[in-house]
């Protein structure tokens, strides 16, 4: 697996197992429902902030980038 474009998460049975469900609703497979969860909560903290959703996903992605690297 390219550990540069995936990573996995640990979350408990009952998260999985209500992910799972919901998706399967959707057609989604857990991970693509997780990014479906993702992009509806960016869109809230978004609209909270007065922030467009493309600069504050770009500022969450850049924090994310340096916790991931170890800063």
Same mark, same amino acid.
């Given at each position: 697996? @390219? ?8 979350? @408990? ?7 799972? &469900?919901?998706? &399967? ?9 997780? &990014? ?36």
């Amino acid at each position: 697996m @390219d550990t540069s474009k995936w990573k996995s998460v640990a979350v @408990d049975i009952d998260t999985y197992k209500i992910v799972t &469900a919901m998706g &399967a609703k959707g057609f989604r497979r857990p991970g693509a429902m997780i &990014a479906k969860l993702v992009d509806s909560e960016l869109k809230i903290i978004a609209k909270k902030t007065s922030k467009s959703v493309e600069k504050l996903k770009a500022e969450l992605l850049a924090q994310g980038e340096k916790k991931l690297n170890g800063k």
